[in-house]
């Protein structure tokens, strides 16, 4: 007789008869048939899965014995899940599934009868299964007790070993062989030989724990899981197969070339960790630091070779212009290509940002053959950021030195510590003071990192600082290192650079051809005057690529993708718009009491115009224009020297206390201190008391004593260069910077006019322009001035 009945599948369980099964469903159709049979009030198949993967499984996928089960509870829980508690009541054999328009899945079945056989076999059969499994739940803590109690009141067979079957830990493959076997003996002796297998491996686990507690002492109580896996391993016959992970770990401890005490301290830290219980925190910051010290290279080295004929290739290769930075770099290198050994001053690059000072380190580190590494100082403040953490810390980690060295793998790369002016300091420790025994040759032979605990040798290494300014860096830091100074470009060297360099690179990136782009000088130099303002190149390399995107957007809006551009200055004007910057900042005429000074600042040199003005008043003096104290107090020197040469420059003694006097430097905004401006504000305070204006083309930088001294300044070269760019003709410097000229490109001393001065009168006799026949030191200006004021200030009240 048959029946049609839901039929739910089951993943990697069987349900056997007289089990109680509570089981959590999440699947659409075996949901739908708890329903269908909770509406109906009917029973449901359980039939388990052929292969637990498949979330949709159809007829073919179903086994065709399973167990036709009540539904004795049904719950929904939050999460649109169910939770039900079903009860099985015998075993029944599919005949075929069936497909339901409900999309429900049903199943024909036939009940299996079970045969009752009353024979003395069955008999000692049913004792033999008691017993066995009674022993075996002795042994098993993950059988309760009252199971075995029960199965004594139970007097049928059947149910006897569909109890006993629930219980056994069994694969869902060996139940279903079970379930489906139709005689009940063929079933009994399939699970007495399962119980007796089970048994086997219990009292082998058994036999395994005894052997691992006989070799541990008390104190070794927590180490017993990791001697429990080792036997295990034994007992599988997987430990002759190769060394553990710990074994391999000393394996190349032993192997590395290392010295004998780095060697022996990580040998001791391993026997240690082998006696540290595997789930301890110890544990990994021990394994932690032997691999740190595994992973050093002690004594390892690249095969350095310095060729100075390649080495020089490879920089002019790589940077054009330069050529004073890059003689002095190859002096360097052709000394250490004699002694073989670098062991000296620290070479530490000074410039602009832009010029190529990071690129450079990378450049000799191609021309000695050596790895490079890198390390931005730009913002540390933590001394454990040079010198590590001590491992008393939770996260302790070594310091960035022996991190990098961790990653190039070699004792003696080239390592650059970039921006090292950008440092700072605060409760955590100075990190410049850290770098004292990095930099210095006689003593990071043997660095100590605190995370280390070791002395490691740093002498191999071939140490280049980059900084934009010197005044930042702590003077004993300072002293471990050689200066070189950079420059910024000069514009003929930028204008080689776009054309030879950052156009086709800027072209290849934004996807055109070789040719699909060609600017002429005139519209480089347009850009270089007019959308820059720097003395690198890295904002002529973003307008060259925000003019590439441009044109970019310009061929596929008009759909033109082979069209080629010829671009001059005017098309330049086009694509990028309003020019940024005026070229040429010095003044088109002679004005009174507007001078052009040269300042220095961390993007190069620029030009900085003072003026000043006078009114009737009382001596007052103001000065404006966000200037420092250095500044201010150079004002106050400049006019004190004016008044000291009130007889010579004509004035009358008393002129100071009939004006009021201001002094503004424009750009307000921009903060501006130091001293080489002194003799440029005496030039413009005695352009406007004696009514002469200065020369345009003229600009000019020295401090100014008040005895009229001219002394010497700083940033000579970037000053030179931003009056090259600004159209200045005729520069006064002080006369004890003419040691410095030779280091200023032989283009830019070539087309300025430099005058060297050593007091204010003959800045004074340069910059003023006198009538012909006339001479700067005459009769009284005075009067001229009051009675030029005193007519304004009538035309004023009238």
């Known amino acids: 007789m048959t029946y049609l009945y839901p039929v739910m599948p089951l993943r990697d369980i069987v349900v056997f008869p007289h089990m109680v099964a509570p089981l959590v469903v999440g699947r659409k159709k075996s949901i739908a048939s708890l329903e269908h049979a909770r509406e109906k009030r009917s029973d449901i198949l359980l039939v388990a899965q052929k292969r637990g993967g498949v979330d949709e499984p159809g007829g073919d996928d179903l086994h065709t014995v399973g167990t036709l089960a009540s539904l ?38 036939e009940m299996i009868e079970e045969v009752v056989d009353t024979s003395h076999d069955l008999l000692a059969h049913d004792r033999e299964l008691r017993r066995r499994f009674a022993e075996f739940a002795e042994n098993n803590k993950k059988i309760p007790r009252e199971v075995v109690k029960n199965l004594a009141q139970i007097t049928d067979p059947f149910k006897l070993l569909d109890v006993i079957c629930s219980h056994l830990p069994l ?57 429990k896996v080792r036997e295990i391993q034994k007992e599988m016959g997987q430990n002759e197969d190769g060394l553990d992970e710990l074994g391999e770990l000393e394996a190349k401890i032993k192997a590395k070339d290392m010295p004998d005490a780095a060697r022996g301290k990580a040998l001791k830290e391993l026997k240690k960790l082998r006696n540290m219980p595997p789930m301890s925190a110890e544990t990994t910051v021990a394994r932690n630091y032997i691999d740190c010290i595994a992973h050093l290279p002690w004594l390892q080295k690249s095969h350095s070779r310095i060729d100075i004929v390649k080495a020089e290739k490879i920089l002019d290769q790589d940077h054009y212009g330069l050529s004073k930075p890059k003689e002095r770099i190859l ?81 003696n790369p080239v390592f650059c510590l970039d921006e090292i002016d950008k440092m700072s300091m605060d409760f955590r420790g100075d990190p410049s003071a850290a770098l004292l025994e990095v930099l210095d040759p006689e003593q990071n032979v043997a660095f100590n990192d605190h995370y280390l605990d070791m002395d490691y040798d740093l002498s191999g290494v071939f140490f280049i600082t980059t900084a934009n300014t010197l005044h930042s860096i702590p003077p004993p830091l300072r002293d471990r290192m050689e200066i070189i100074q950079m420059g910024g470009y000069t514009e003929e060297e930028k204008l080689r650079i776009a054309a030879d360099y950052l156009v ?42 925000s003019l590439c995107r441009k044109i970019a957007r310009d061929r596929l809006k008009t759909r033109e993708r082979t069209r080629k551009y010829q671009l001059n200055a005017a098309a330049v004007r086009t694509h990028l718009g309003t020019p940024k910057y005026r070229y040429g900042l010095a003044e088109e005429h002679d004005e009174i009491g507007l001078t052009t000074g ?5 993007v190069g040199g620029e030009l900085l115009q003072i003026e000043a003005t006078v009114m009737p008043g009382s001596g007052k003096m103001t000065i404006t224009g966000k200037l420092g104290d250095v500044m201010q107090e150079s004002a106050q020197a400049a006019l004190t020297y004016v008044r000291s040469r009130a007889g010579r420059l004509g004035l009358e003694p008393d002129f100071y206390q009939k004006l009021d006097i201001h002094v503004h430097v424009p750009e307000g905004a921009i903060p501006k201190d130091g001293p080489s401006a002194g003799i440029t504000i005496a030039t413009t305070l005695a352009s406007v008391l004696l009514q002469i204006p200065v020369r345009h083309e003229l600009a000019m930088t020295g401090e100014i004593t008040l005895r009229g001294r001219v002394l010497p300044i700083g940033g000579l070269t970037e000053k030179l260069l931003a009056a090259k760019r600004g159209n200045i003709t005729h520069v006064l410097i002080p006369k004890d910077n003419e040691r410095e000229l030779g280091d200023v490109p032989e283009k830019i001393r070539d087309t300025l006019d430099v005058t060297l001065v050593e007091h204010v009168d003959e800045v004074l006799e340069a910059a003023l322009l006198l009538k012909d026949g006339e001479t700067l030191f005459k009769t009284p200006a005075m009067p001229h001035i009051l009675a030029a004021l005193a007519d304004l200030e009538q035309s004023s009240t009238h």
């Open 598 to 602: 040269l300042a220095w600042t961390e």
């Open 171 to 227: 694969k869902a493959e060996e139940k279903q062989t079970i379930l489906e076997c139709p005689p009940l003996i063929d079933r009994i002796d399939m699970a007495l030989d399962a119980i007796h297998r089970e048994t086997i491996l219990a009292g082998l686990e058994r036999d395994i724990n005894a052997r691992v507690k006989t070799k541990m002492s008390k104190t070794q109580r927590d180490y017993y899981l990791n001697e």
């Open 504 to 545: 086709p690179k800027q072209l290849r990136e934004n996807g055109f051809q070789k040719d699909g782009i060609r600017l002429d000088d005139d519209a480089l130099l347009e850009i270089i005057r007019r959308y820059t303002k720097e003395a690198g190149v890295r904002g002529l390399e973003r307008a060259i690529a």
């Open 72 to 109: 004795m509870q049904l719950l929904r829980l939050p999460d649109g899940t169910i939770k039900a508690l079903l009860e099985g009541k015998s075993r029944a054999r599919v005949l075929r599934y069936l497909q339901s328009d409900n999309n429900l899945l049903l199943a024909e079945i």
């Open 331 to 411: 002096e360097y290198l052709a000394v250490q290509a004699q002694v073989k050994k670098i062991k000296g001053p620290i070479l530490c690059l000074v410039g602009p940002p832009g010029v190529g000072k990071t690129s450079i380190c990378r450049s000799i580190a191609r021309a000695m053959n050596r790895k490079f590494a890198r390390l931005s100082l730009g913002g540390v403040r933590d001394e454990a950021e040079i010198r590590g953490h001590r491992r008393t810390y939770i996260g302790a980690l070594p310091g960035k030195i022996i991190q990098a060295m961790q990653k190039v793998d070699v004792a």
